[in-house]
């Protein structure tokens, strides 16, 4: 799927550099008839397309229109694409391209009158905009239809409790049909036992299940608890939203034409913040890792000189969709720290040396965590990795646990801010209050103000 993926990304990132190039030498063309002077400059269109402001105008355009969209959020989803979105994102991003080129190329082009200045923007937009949304039209059609062509409908295990009807209501069955989810089967689950997970598992190899469609009770400690259940089986479980969660503005949902079926397992992250936010940890990191340099290389010679051992700490962490990287830090404990296997930070723990005191004070220790921002294994705010050993029994204590490996893992989170180092799998349940929260309200401004109490913290000292 990610190998899929990634061709998806490579194709419209192709094929808009190309519709960009070609609807800017489409507006050069206009422009030259157009705009009076230019025929007397230039008297031959030749002479002027390949005049040297043009030739790096049509170059330099496709990679503007590049940067744009993907900070637009377009290259994030490539394999389920709206529409209506894409319209509305090629709109802006033609819009801004549009705007950029005007204010950076053709302002002091002197025009004999003002309003000269807004019909060429418009000019700019109307050449490349038809170009770049009909090539992307074309290409999301093709790739919808070759989508549809192989897909079958998703085998469905529809899960009820009590005394609730094992009949379909015609709303959901409405919903099932719109989504491609054929219900094969039904489970009632009275109660989560100990026999759950053997049962639920034989009905998935049984049934051969996609996924859950998960009819809520109303008592919230049980649905809670068979919805932990659900979640622990790594498949996907849709529901019906509630009119609480809906008020709650819980429930992100977009479509007007679908009845609402969400998918609780996963977390519904809105484009253009998930790709502003890689972008601004690029940026950030690599200026991180040019200024720090100097004081990574005083705390190297400390850790060193502190205990026998290596200067750098390399342990492996779950990301993004719980695939394993390798964290790096500075070392802060004797060397071989563990012998029994895992071992969580205790206060004043007797393995932690002197430098490496002062290293978690000041989470200076955490310095080398750049490069693992800038390699895109981490951002610098979102849910701190823990080690496969901790997750999987987190995933026991909580199941909604698996939510954090949707964002990739962060330098610092909420939970490290409003409660710091967690010693105990309780103290990390609690602590996960905060990265469900942050993951709800994900935005760039959140990433700062998290950045600022940080900042905040580590000036203080009140790291441990």
Not at 137 to 152: F, H, I, N, V
Not at 209 to 217: G, H
Request: proline content about 5%; charged content about 20%.
């Amino acid at each position: 799927m990610m190998k899929t993926r990634t061709r998806y990304r490579l194709l419209y990132v192709g094929s808009d550099m190309i519709a960009s190039f070609v609807g800017m030498v489409i507006f050069e063309l206009v422009r030259y008839r157009l705009v009076p002077g230019l025929t007397d400059r230039y008297p031959d269109i030749m002479r002027f397309m390949l005049s040297t402001g043009v030739e790096l105008t049509v170059l330099l355009f496709p990679i503007c229109m590049f940067f744009v969209n993907y900070l637009t959020g377009y290259y994030v989803n490539v394999t389920n694409k709206s529409r209506a979105r894409e319209f509305l994102q090629t709109l802006c991003s033609v819009a801004i391209g549009s705007m950029i080129l005007f204010m950076t190329v053709l302002l002091n082009d002197v025009l004999p009158r003002r309003r000269y200045n807004y019909e060429m923007v418009l000019l700019i937009f109307g050449c490349v905009f038809p170009v770049v949304y009909g090539v992307r039209l074309l290409l999301t059609t093709l790739l919808k239809r070759r989508q549809t062509a192989g897909r079958r409908v998703k085998r469905a295990l529809y899960v009820v409790t009590d005394s609730a009807s094992e009949e379909i209501s015609p709303g959901l069955a409405v919903a099932l049909e719109e989504v491609g989810l054929e219900i094969v089967d039904t489970l009632r689950i009275t109660n989560v036992t100990d026999d759950t997970a053997g049962v639920l598992m034989k009905a998935v190899e049984e049934g051969n299940i996609d996924c859950f469609v998960f009819d809520v009770p109303r008592d919230e400690d049980k649905a809670f608890r068979i919805l932990g259940a659900l979640m622990k089986l790594n498949l996907p479980v849709m529901v019906q939203p509630s009119p609480t969660r809906v008020l709650l503005g819980v429930v992100k949902y977009d479509s007007v034409v679908n009845t609402p079926l969400v998918d609780v397992t996963n977390v519904s992250l809105p484009d253009t913040a998930v790709a502003i936010k890689r972008a601004f940890d690029i940026v950030a990191s690599a200026l991180g890792l040019i200024i720090t340099l100097p004081v990574m290389c005083v705390v190297g010679v400390a850790v060193k000189l502190s205990s026998p051992g290596p200067v750098f700490y390399r342990q492996e962490r779950l990301g993004l969709n719980r695939k394993p990287f390798k964290l790096y830090k500075f070392r802060t404990m004797i060397a071989d720290s563990e012998p029994a296997g895992p071992q969580l930070t205790a206060t004043n723990d007797s393995r932690i040396t002197a430098a490496g005191r002062v290293l978690r004070r000041y989470r200076l220790d955490e310095l080398p965590n750049l490069w693992n921002v800038f390699k895109g294994d981490m951002s610098l705010v979102g849910p701190r990795p823990e080690r496969s050993y901790y997750a999987s029994r987190l995933i026991d204590i909580a199941p909604h646990y698996l939510l954090v490996h949707r964002v990739r893992p962060g330098v610092t989170s909420w939970g490290m801010v409003k409660y710091g180092y967690a010693s105990t799998l309780d103290q990390m349940v609690e602590r996960l209050t905060y990265d469900i929260l942050y993951l709800q309200n994900l935005s760039l401004s959140l990433d700062i103000k998290i950045l600022f109490y940080t900042v905040r913290t580590i000036l203080r000292g009140e790291g441990k």
